[in-house]
C-alpha cells in the first residue's frame, strides 16, 4: 500500500494522524479515498500539490501511484 | 540521459531574436501603442495608509472639458474569494479591493477614483477636482507589533485561516509550519548553538519598466488590451472576473517587457483602463509613474526571522528551529509557504521546525519576487550557518558540503529529492580560481547558498513549417528573460535544422492556447516542453508525408537531422527529403504541415546554487565594495547558455542590491519616504564587479533535454552572502539588512 504522509496544517482534520497507508492504482483514487476517511480534507486536498516518488505535481489527477509508492501533499508553488 | 547527447543547437549562444528591435528602439513596450482617438486614464491615490472612506464626490471631475469618464469603487461589482494564483496572489476579492478601494483604504497610494481625458493634463487636473473624504485610522506597520492581540486591525473581518475559525479577529491571516523529528533530542547532541534574529526589509524587483496598458473596447462590450504582462491569459482571466464579463469578449495582447520578476502577474491598471474605454467609448492609455510603481504595485515582504541551529564538532547540524514573521501588505498573501520550504531544503537535517506568520500591515499588498520567501528565509539560515562555520572555525564550504542534501535525501517539505546539483555546486565553487585566491587585505568572504523549486504548469504551442521549410513557432509565454531564442534553439534541435531557419513570436489571447504566466522559472522547462512536443508533432507529419512521396509505410520513414530518409533495410531508390522539399510539396501530400502540443508539465527540478564574494567596507563611512563575486548553479543544461549566465547575473545584481541599500522606508504616518530610484538605491553598473558566473549541468530526467529553471535561484543567495561578506568584513556579526552605509556605521558606533 502507498505510503500518505500529510503536511502539518492536514493534522487537525486527521486527529493528529500524519501517515496512512492506503490502495490506489492512481492519484484521483487516492484522494477519493482519503476524502472517505476525512471529508473535511477535500478543500486542502484541491488547494495541495503532491510529491509522488519524489516528482512534484501542481495538479495531479490521473499519474499512477505503486504499492510502494511515497506521497506527500505540499503548499502549491509558483514563482515570480 | 540527456547530458550524454551531443547537441547540435542546444547549447550555442546565439544572438537573441528581439535584440535589434531593443537597441534600435523599434520594440514596442507597454507605453508606446497609439492608437486613433485614444485619450488618457489616470488614477487617484490615497493620501492616507489607513482611512475609511466617507464619501467620494466625481462631478466636479466629470462636469470638466475633456473629461470622458470618472470612476470608482462604486462603479465595480463585488467579488468574493476565487484563488489567484502565484505567490502573493492571494483571492480574487482582495485583488478587486486592491485594484480599486471600497470602503477602506489599507495603504498611502491606494487607488481610490480613475479619470479618463483628452489629454494627461486635463486627467491630472480632473483628479484634482475629485473630493474623497476619508476618516483617518492609525496605521499598522510594524510586522511583529501587527501580530499582538491588541492590534489595530487593519481588516476587521480578517480572522486567522485555522481549521476552527478563531474567536477574534487579527492580522495574522496565515500561520504555516514545517516539523520533523526531535528538537529536544537534536539540540541536546549539539555542541554548539546559535541563535539570532534577523531582518530583511520590504523590497522592490525594481523593473524598469513601469506598468502601462491601452484598453480599446467597442461599443459591445469586446474589446482588446496591449499591456505590458507576465502572463497575458491570466490578466484576461482576473480583469473579466473582476468586471463581470465573458473572457472571450477580451483579447489581451502582450506588450515587450522592461522586467517583470514576479510583479506583472497581478492586475493594476486593465481593469480600469477597460472600464474607462467603455464608459468613454475611445481607446484609453494608462501609464503608472515611478511613483506609483513604488506606492501601490507589490513589492516583496519585509521579514524578521528568529533562528536557532545547533552543530557538532565537525559540522553536522542536529537541529534546527526558527519563527519568521512575513509582511503580506493590505491583504492576504505573503509567501510564507515557499518561504519555509526552501530556508532548509539545501540541507539533510533529522530535527527541524520552522513556523511562518502572514501578517497584515498598511502598506502596499505584496506581489511575487523571484522565489517568494526563499531570499528572506534563507539569509537568516544561511547567516547561521556562516557564524556556526566561524565558531567551528571551519571551511564554509566544508561546512555546507557535510550536510548537503543530495539524490534520496528527504527534503523539509516532505519528498526524497530527484538528482540535483548541490554537491556539484559546492565541489565546483570549492575547486573556483576565485575562492583559491586569497581574501584581499581588509576584505572578508561570505559564502551562502540558494534553492528554488522551480515549477511546470501549462503551456501550449504550435509550430508551422513554411512554404521554404522555415519554421515558425507560435506559443504564449511572454519574453522576459529570452525565452523566444531558447524556444528557437530547442526547436531546431528537435527538428534537426539551423537556429536560423527558426522564429518564435508570442501569440496573444486569441491566436494560441493558452499558457500560465511566465514565472517560478517555468518557461523554458515547460512551454519548451510543448514546442519540443509539437516540433515531434511536425515530424511525425513530414514521416507520413514523405511515405506517400515515396509510396512507402510510414514507418519506413527516418527522420535525421531535419531530412526524411528511408529506414535501415528499407528496399526504396529514393531520394532524402529535406523539411523544405516536404512543405515546398505539401499542397499535394494533405496541405500545410503543422505541428501542436498543449500540457500540464511536471517534474520540474529544484535548482540550487553557492554564491561567494569578497567585499571591504570602508570603517569610515560605512560603504561596502563588492570586489568580486562568483555564482554557481546547477541549471540542468543551459539551452542558451549566455542567458543563462544573464539570469544568474542579474539576480545576483538584485540581490546585492536588496542586500546593500534596498528598503522601503516609511514614516510613521505609513508614507513611503523613498518612493523613487534616487532615494530607492539599487545598484548601477559602477556598484558592482563582474559577477562570475559557472552552470553546473546535472540533467533534469523530466525533461526532453534537461532543463530545470534558472530564473528564481540566482536571487536567493546574494542576501547572506553579503551579510556574511561583510560581518567577516567587520568582525561583527550584522543581522538585519539593508546594510546600508547609515546602518553599517551605527552598528559599528553601538
Not at chain 2, 105 to 116: M, N
Not at chain 2, 272 to 277: F, K, P
Not at chain 2, 689 to 717: C, F, K, L, W
Not at chain 2, 721 to 735: D, E, F, P, Y
Request: glycine letters at 10%.
Amino acid at each position: 500500500m502507498a505510503k500518505v504522509v500529510f503536511p502539518d496544517s492536514f493534522l487537525s482534520f486527521t486527529g493528529g494522524e500524519r501517515e496512512w497507508h492506503c490502495p490506489a492504482e492512481n492519484y484521483r483514487d487516492l484522494v477519493q479515498a482519503i476524502v472517505r476517511r476525512w471529508p473535511d480534507l477535500q478543500e486542502p486536498l484541491d488547494k495541495s500539490a503532491v510529491a509522488i516518488d519524489g516528482n512534484i505535481y501542481q495538479d495531479a489527477f490521473l499519474e499512477p501511484i505503486n504499492p510502494d509508492s511515497e506521497v506527500f501533499f505540499m503548499s502549491r508553488i509558483e514563482g515570480g | 540521459m540527456a547530458e550524454a547527447i551531443e547537441y547540435k543547437q542546444i547549447g550555442r549562444s546565439p544572438v537573441r531574436p528581439d535584440g535589434v528591435d531593443k537597441v534600435t528602439g523599434r520594440a514596442r513596450f507597454g507605453a508606446d501603442l497609439v492608437l486613433p482617438n485614444m485619450i488618457h486614464g489616470r488614477v487617484l491615490r490615497s493620501p492616507h495608509a489607513h482611512a475609511r472612506i466617507k464619501h467620494i464626490d466625481l462631478s466636479d471631475a466629470l462636469a470638466m472639458d475633456g473629461v470622458y469618464a470618472a470612476i470608482s469603487g462604486k462603479d465595480f461589482i463585488n467579488v468574493e474569494g476565487g484563488e489567484v494564483g502565484g505567490e502573493g496572489g492571494g483571492t480574487l476579492g482582495d485583488v478587486a479591493k486592491n485594484v480599486m478601494a471600497r470602503d477602506k483604504v489599507l495603504y498611502h497610494g491606494h487607488a481610490v477614483a480613475a479619470v479618463s481625458a483628452s489629454t494627461i493634463a486635463i486627467a491630472e487636473a480632473a483628479l484634482a477636482a475629485i473630493k474623497v473624504e476619508y476618516e483617518p485610522l492609525p496605521p499598522v506597520l510594524d510586522v511583529v507589533a501587527a501580530m499582538a492581540e491588541d492590534s489595530v486591525l487593519v481588516d476587521e473581518n480578517n480572522y486567522t485561516k485555522l481549521p476552527e475559525k478563531p474567536d477574534n479577529a487579527s492580522n495574522i491571516a496565515n500561520v504555516g509550519k514545517l516539523v520533523r523529528g526531535d528538537l529536544e533530542e537534536g539540540f541536546a547532541a549539539a555542541d554548539i548553538v546559535i541563535e539570532r534574529e534577523y531582518k530583511v526589509p520590504m523590497a522592490h524587483q525594481g523593473y524598469i519598466e513601469p506598468h502601462a496598458c491601452v484598453a480599446n473596447m467597442d461599443e459591445t462590450g469586446r474589446g482588446s488590451v496591449w499591456c505590458c504582462t507576465q502572463g497575458h491569459f491570466e490578466f484576461r482571466a482576473m480583469t473579466a472576473k473582476l468586471l463581470g464579463k465573458d473572457m472571450a469578449d477580451l483579447k489581451f495582447i502582450a506588450s515587450e517587457i522592461g522586467g517583470g520578476f514576479g510583479g506583472k502577474t497581478v492586475v493594476y491598471l486593465e481593469p480600469l483602463a477597460v472600464m474607462l474605454s467603455e464608459k468613454s467609448n475611445r481607446p484609453v492609455k494608462m501609464t503608472m509613474s515611478r511613483e506609483e510603481v513604488f506606492r501601490a504595485t507589490g513589492p516583496t515582504s519585509g521579514t524578521v526571522a528568529r533562528v536557532k541551529v545547533g552543530l557538532k564538532n565537525d559540522g553536522t547540524i542536529t537541529a534546527a528551529d526558527s519563527w519568521i514573521a512575513f509582511e503580506a501588505g493590505a491583504f492576504a498573501g505573503a509567501p510564507h509557504m515557499p518561504g519555509i520550504m526552501s530556508m532548509y531544503a539545501p540541507y539533510t537535517i533529522e530535527n527541524f521546525a520552522v513556523e511562518a506568520f502572514d501578517v497584515l500591515v498598511n502598506k502596499p499588498k505584496v506581489a511575487a519576487y523571484r522565489a517568494p520567501g526563499a531570499p528572506q528565509t534563507m539569509h537568516a539560515f544561511e547567516c547561521a550557518l556562516d557564524e556556526a562555520a566561524i565558531a567551528l572555525d571551519m571551511d564554509p564550504l566544508d561546512l555546507r558540503l557535510v550536510n548537503a542534501a543530495d539524490e534520496g535525501t528527504q527534503a523539509p517539505y516532505g519528498p526524497k529529492f530527484p538528482p540535483i546539483g548541490f554537491k556539484a555546486c559546492i565541489e565546483a565553487a570549492k575547486k573556483h580560481p576565485n575562492y583559491s585566491a586569497p581574501v584581499p587585505e581588509g576584505a572578508g568572504r561570505g559564502v551562502a547558498a540558494g534553492f528554488w523549486f522551480n515549477v511546470g504548469m501549462q503551456s501550449s504551442a504550435e509550430v508551422n513549417v513554411n512554404e521554404n521549410g522555415t519554421v515558425m513557432v507560435i506559443e504564449g509565454s511572454p519574453d522576459i528573460g529570452g525565452s523566444r531564442a531558447s524556444m528557437c534553439l530547442m526547436a531546431a534541435e528537435t527538428l534537426g535544422i539551423e537556429y536560423e531557419q527558426v522564429r518564435t513570436q508570442v501569440g496573444d489571447t486569441e491566436s494560441t492556447g493558452f499558457c500560465n504566466v511566465t514565472g517560478g522559472s517555468r518557461t523554458t522547462f515547460a512551454t519548451g516542453m510543448a514546442v519540443t512536443q509539437a516540433c515531434e508533432d511536425v515530424i511525425a507529419e513530414c514521416k507520413k508525408r514523405a511515405s506517400m512521396t515515396w509510396g512507402v509505410d510510414e514507418d519506413q520513414v527516418e527522420w535525421q537531422d531535419g531530412v526524411a530518409i528511408p529506414a535501415p533495410g528499407v528496399n526504396a531508390d529514393v531520394k532524402p527529403l529535406s523539411l523544405a522539399e516536404l512543405a515546398g510539396n505539401a499542397a499535394k501530400t494533405g496541405g500545410p504541415i503543422q505541428g501542436r502540443a498543449s500540457l500540464n508539465a511536471q517534474g520540474a527540478g529544484a535548482s540550487f546554487s553557492i554564491n561567494f564574494a569578497d567585499v571591504r567596507v570602508d570603517r569610515e563611512t560605512g560603504k561596502t565594495d563588492v570586489l568580486s563575486y562568483t555564482a554557481i548553479q546547477d541549471a540542468g543544461k543551459a539551452i542558451h547558455p549566455a542567458y543563462v549566465e544573464g539570469q544568474m547575473q542579474g539576480g545576483a545584481a538584485q540581490g546585492i542590491g536588496w542586500a546593500l541599500n534596498e528598503e522601503y522606508i516609511f514614516d510613521e504616518q505609513g508614507v513611503m519616504e523613498n518612493a523613487g530610484f534616487l532615494d530607492y538605491r539599487i545598484p548601477v553598473a559602477s556598484d558592482l564587479p563582474m559577477i562570475d558566473t559557472q552552470i553546473i549541468e546535472v540533467a533534469n530526467p523530466s525533461h526532453p533535454y534537461g532543463v530545470r529553471g534558472v530564473g528564481e535561484t540566482p536571487i536567493v543567495a546574494p542576501l547572506a552572502t553579503i551579510a556574511n561578506a561583510v560581518s567577516r568584513s567587520v568582525g561583527k556579526r550584522l543581522c538585519d539588512l539593508p546594510l546600508s552605509p547609515p546602518n553599517i556605521l551605527a552598528e559599528l558606533d553601538d
